[in-house]
């Protein structure tokens, strides 16, 4: 897993993911001085969801950048500043905000590589908070996974715990290209916003890199493949457990990252199980999901027998709890799906 | 200068949004203790309460009519309190209830009232275009109808805002932007953030009118929202109307505000522009008796209207597959899960 | 295929796709005074691409609105407007410039009627040119099908030639929902960039309106079935004449909405043949192609034989022809797709 | 005041830019006749040329050096070329070529030399905060670079402007903002889309600085640049630098301008800066010889770059899955088609 020399020493000592998170970036902004952070509520408040918790403290004004509520401007500045040579990390507070923005992030971050034929790199890391569950309406919900993973040019990951937040971001800040790094607020282990059983895991002291492209299989099964990310893989393993008690023994993939894919990991596995569900809170349509389900179909057709996609419905996401927990692809809903391809 | 009648209905507006808002704070932290647990509790989401805010929207709004548009932005109950809103569905929006203003999909961010013609986004400057767009039909159909866009000092470093600025001054539209200066957004202290202190200088790029009210107090807003509103209705034109007011509370509830120095929290309460009204009211002889009878009916109107909320039903949960469109088409996509 | 009352009447008047959208406007126009255009260069210029010729003339100033480069500003205005119950038509004159206005048009003009509890309507179209063949490269060049056919709340609505245009247009003025209606540059059939035989078409003179979510079955066929959209459509029809002689009976199906999605009439096709091909000018990954494919694994599993797809590859648009010809599908690339499901 | 030596280079940069893109005009539209097809001809794409606005980019980029940054709109060339950009390989990209400055990739809108850290947008305005980056870059690293945003007077209703404006005036950065005014947007008028007549007025929003030459005159700006520029190399924050200009031509090559005034173009075409340029050069007493020869100079070397480009081969259609990515990941998506 790791690519840094020598394994990361085992270790007891576990992490939310917030902390595995700021952790990474401490660590490679002590190791190179071109690295500093810039974003809203980034400095003394440590981020909204502490995704930069404690480096005003260890950094100074400076290098972790309080800036004003103009994410084209600040975005876009990141842009300007890792062309001439620096590694910004730039927040945007919620995925949700990247209409105001968004043709920084894609039309001048994701494609100036491309446009100057490699001539220019853009080596920035845009963090962002993703997903719903706690009640915040159509606007400060949403992942957006599919919208970001759709346009070429930006790497896109998604932690679902730790661990792995940690290797990613280091490899996120070492990469010479634009990363998209979605972390789910539910996971991050926030004081108000419990996080469910999972993200919390050890974490090794050390530096160690988790390379892009590389899904894991968090669990082996052989009668379904469910494959998924972020908050729902922990949704997905609990679906798996209660299904054992049926007799179905489930395999779940964490995707970990969109762009690059690991498309043969979930082919693999559906070659083996022939059963496909594809759980994803991003809206259903145009998504994620279709991607999935079209590589299975592309490339592992023969072997497929049924196919399922648990997603957010193609509704905007509404601010009721019976709403919300109606539109986002719960436990239950994993099950039945597993259950329906049988 | 309002008149004594006005004066009493600004007075009781802002008690209702400051009465209003102690309640609904005490219902949102009900259930999130000992540990504040934002998904726990009788108020689902984010709470950002406007408790020092109230002159502004009260100040304004007296000049206004239903038929006029308001835009809030996250922070919006006061002002949809001056504009008019129905309370009680307000409430139960909140709540998350049925017949809540959105049917409980909307939330306290996303507030809309096409009686008075209210609406709010949660996202920073965009309500200044919609704003901009209802002045543009206003003008269209030649009524006298104004729009006013209600921002914060953070906001006005956001683009939306500026395209606004400019949108409406080469069109001539009937539309106000009020700004609610109380100094932060969120953690972020106004100096570290733009250079400049006085939020309505910035109608200096777009040839607008620009004026700012540097105290928290409802009868200097009133006067200057008189010529703003004036202007707008007479075809005169835009104009920045910033307005100097405090944050009492953190950012939104659970914000435990580690960034703000104490002094600061300490100067937003002692100018407390509800007690400076009240004050302004008793120089017109209106007596404490008075002002204990409005501040009784504006709790009372507040009981109420939480007495209504809590009443009603939840939302079923396959209503959440409709209200997408308004004309649905027969074989739409989604609703399936 | 008309919803007003009786058939339009038969005729031999063809008019190039841009006459024909540009007839449905003024139409609606006259008929209603809350009906107006607004965008850059829409008044003197009427459109870059034609949109809205001749508009000026009839209508005036005040109806056929110039504004500043301004997106953000004016979308929002629109959606302003609509909501206080007029009926604008606003032009972003590129759909690559989405990111300027995302938060106007996907925030607010998609979200509001759900976010309201449809106590307000948002009866806005939303124009916008798409495409490329010409050589725009990366910022000029996209159609985005996708990622605006994610984002729920909107319709999206391409167009694949002068009789669909008319009737979509119309529908898309008199429906009381946002729609974004996209489209393709080289088929509006302006005098400087020649458009493909095909999307000039018998218009009848009369008002008429084609419904949302009704694909089109250009070409019915046995052997297998191309689902595609916009100029691809035409590529479609050519690549389907040139398989005839190899004895390959193609079926063509033109979405003409991605949202309203006419799901059923592929699904239909795709049990009758087996095989499916979808062609897709926008990015291959996690967008139309994917969910094409996904709908018919879904739901037609076991009669599917093969699938492939055909579209943008997940690469920013290149500049030099034989670049662009490249990774924009042609009509070889069609073929032997469908010649690959066999 | 620049010296003969500096007023013989803009100059040269003015003629050789003002020939390059008389130049590129009939490459254009060679294959283009007689009906014009934006697909045919040896260039592709659409072109968007700059004739009228050379002194702009010349007076500004004469106290440039390489390490400073420069952003450009969709009207690039007289700033690329002012700026040093290697004009063989930019005309071998804007042919579509293989050894062109992108590989071809990029195009007319998309051209970039980091050598002489030059890049360029075809999105209004989106230029600017890159730039305000590249400050910060510098600022950081306690450099004495600068960075120069150009853009058009279209583009300062831009939101992406002003967002760029309040960054760099609240953080002080090193960067000049260059408004070529050429008094039209396409086919809009700038009256239509704005109130104010004197863009470099932006700035007053801002606390910062902002000046206009009124003139299009190659000395005045050089000397307002020299203020901007040496405003922003010593630490001392950020300007707006609007410039008078003049579209010679259609907004872009096949833009017939019915909407736009005989006389306008008339009278763009009377106020040429060149032709002014070199009356000042005679009178310091530069004869006709030494100017022929400056011109002989730059077509030879716009011929050289043209014929370079011709001769270079266009990319293999594979290369188009090239580059997406520095660092390629392993299994990367993409690719096949
Ligand atoms: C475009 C965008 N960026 C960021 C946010 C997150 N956010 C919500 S409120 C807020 C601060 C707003 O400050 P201000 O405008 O002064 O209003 P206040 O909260 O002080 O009333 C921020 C940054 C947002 N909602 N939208
Ligand atoms: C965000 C965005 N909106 C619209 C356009 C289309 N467009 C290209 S150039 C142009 C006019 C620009 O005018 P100005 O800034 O004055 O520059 P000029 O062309 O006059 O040099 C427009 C509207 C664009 N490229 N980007
Ligand atoms: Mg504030
Ligand atoms: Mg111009």
């Known amino acids: ?342 | 200068m309002p008149s004594v009648t006005e004066l009493r209905e600004i007075y009781e507006e802002m008690v209702t949004a400051r009465r209003y808002e102690k309640r609904l704070q005490e219902e949102y932290l009900e259930g999130k203790q000992p540990a504040f647990d934002i998904s726990a509790g009788p108020i689902p989401g984010e709470l950002h309460l406007a408790a020092g805010h109230e002159a502004s929207a009260a100040g304004v709004c007296q000049h206004l009519r239903d038929a006029d548009t308001v835009t809030a932005p996250h922070r919006p109950h006061h002002i949809a309190i001056s504009k008019g809103v129905d309370l009680n569905r307000m409430t139960a929006e909140i709540f998350g209830r049925r017949t809540g203003l959105s049917k409980g999909k909307g939330g306290h961010m996303h507030l809309f009232d096409p009686d008075v013609n209210f609406a709010c986004s949660g996202i920073i400057a965009q309500g200044c275009p919609p704003a901009v767009g209802a002045a543009m039909a206003a003008k269209k159909r030649n009524t006298d109808e104004v729009a006013v866009a209600f921002l914060g000092e953070g906001a006005i470093d956001q683009g939306g805002f500026f395209e606004s600025l400019n949108l409406a001054s080469v069109r001539n539209l009937p539309v106000v932007f009020v700004v609610e200066d109380n100094d932060w957004a969120i953690s972020m202290p106004k100096e570290r953030v733009t250079d400049v202190s006085n939020g309505a200088q910035r109608a200096e790029g777009h040839d607008m009118h620009g004026v700012r009210v540097d105290r928290d107090d409802a009868v200097a807003v009133y006067e200057a929202a008189a010529e703003a509103v004036g202007r707008a209705r007479d075809g005169n034109g835009p104009t920045i109307l910033e307005v100097q007011v405090h944050r009492r509370m953190g950012h939104f509830m659970g914000d435990a505000e580690g960034y703000r120095p104490d002094e600061d929290v300490e100067a937003a309460e002692m100018r407390d522009s509800v007690e400076r009204l009240a004050a302004d009211l008793r120089k017109h002889g209106v007596d404490d008796d008075e002002l204990t009878a409005i501040r009784d009916r504006a709790s009372a109107r507040v009981e109420e209207a939480i007495e209504f909320a809590k009443e009603q039903p939840e939302p079923d949960p396959e209503e959440a597959y409709e209200d997408v469109f308004t004309n649905p088409p027969a074989g739409a996509t989604g609703g399936e899960d």
Request: glycine share 8%.
């Open chain 1, 1 to 342: 897993m790791s690519e840094t020399p020598g394994e990361p020493v085992a270790t007891e000592r576990e992490l939310t993911m917030s902390r595995a998170m700021v952790e990474a970036i401490s660590s490679e902004m002590a190791a190179d001085e071109e690295v500093f952070v810039m974003g809203e509520d980034v400095a003394d408040y440590g981020g909204i969801f502490d995704s930069t918790q404690g480096l005003l403290e260890e950094f100074g004004r400076d290098r972790v950048m309080d800036v004003p509520i103009s994410e084209t401007g600040f975005i876009g500045a990141g842009v300007g500043a890792a062309q001439a040579g620096m590694r910004p990390i730039v927040e945007l507070m919620f995925a949700d905000f990247f209409g105001v923005a968004m043709d920084q992030i894609y039309n001048n971050m994701a494609k100036n590589t491309y446009m100057s034929g490699r001539s220019v790199s853009v080596p920035m890391v845009l963090t962002t908070a993703v997903g719903g569950t706690y009640n915040d309406a159509a606007q400060h919900s949403q992942t957006l996974y599919g919208t970001f993973a759709h346009l070429p040019g930006m790497k896109v990951v998604v932690p679902s715990n730790a661990y792995d937040a940690k290797g990613l971001m280091h490899n996120a800040i070492r990469d010479d290209d634009p990363v998209v790094f979605m972390f789910h607020k539910r996971l991050m282990g926030l004081g108000w916003m419990p996080a469910p059983e999972g993200p919390k895991t050890p974490v090794p002291e050390d530096d160690y890199t988790i390379p892009f492209g590389e899904a894991d299989v968090k669990r082996e099964g052989t009668d379904a493949t469910v494959v998924t990310l972020g908050l729902h893989v922990h949704r997905a393993m609990e679906a798996a457990d209660e299904l054992v008690d049926e007799g179905i023994d489930t395999e779940v993939i964490d995707l970990r990252t969109l762009v690059p894919l690991d498309a043969e990991t979930v082919l693999e596995s559906v070659r083996k199980t022939g059963r496909l569900v594809v759980v994803d809170e991003d809206y259903r349509s145009y998504g994620v999901t279709g991607e999935i389900v079209a590589r299975a179909a592309e490339d592992a057709l023969a072997d497929l027998e049924a196919v399922e996609r648990v997603a957010m419905p193609d509704v905007p996401i509404p601010y009721a709890r019976p709403l919300e927990e109606e539109v986002n692809p719960g436990v239950e809903d994993i099950a039945a799906a597993v259950r329906a391809t049988r």
